[in-house]
């Protein structure tokens, strides 16, 4: 038997913005399982995310991150900065392969790449 992802969840304070944030930079629809408590997204493409209320998210880097693609990965950085998220951080393995590091509004820390350097 083999395993399937089906959901990625984040602890978080606020699920129902943080979700309504990350609809927004996915482009995907939010549906309440329990409003304030968990909340879903379910993207275009991928698998679904969810977002929990905790009272205390694990402070520093996040267990488990994001790594994001698009077309053009500066465009979508910008977008993403524009909607609230912070750039904390740009990397590559040589110049074969470079990535932007940023956090969502409550500080979870996710990556777009931006392929050839």
């Given amino acids: 038997m083999a395993l399937s992802v089906e959901m990625i969840t984040v602890d978080c304070t606020d699920p129902d913005a943080l979700a309504?944030?990350?609809a927004q930079a996915l482009g995907a629809q939010v549906t309440a399982v329990a409003a304030g408590e968990f909340v879903m997204l379910?993207?275009?493409d991928g698998p679904r995310l969810a977002f929990q209320r905790v009272p205390d998210p694990t402070p520093g880097k996040n267990r488990v991150h994001l790594d994001l693609s698009a077309a053009d990965g500066e465009a979508e950085v910008s977008r993403l900065v524009g909607l609230g998220a912070t750039?904390?951080?740009r990397h590559s393995f040589g110049d074969d392969?470079?990535?932007v590091v940023l956090a969502d509004p409550e500080g979870n820390a996710f990556c777009v790449g931006l392929g050839q350097g």
Avoid: A
């Fill in 97 to 99: 392969f470079s990535w």
């Fill in 87 to 89: 750039e904390t951080g």
């Fill in 42 to 44: 379910v993207p275009p």
């Fill in 20 to 22: 309504q944030w990350w």
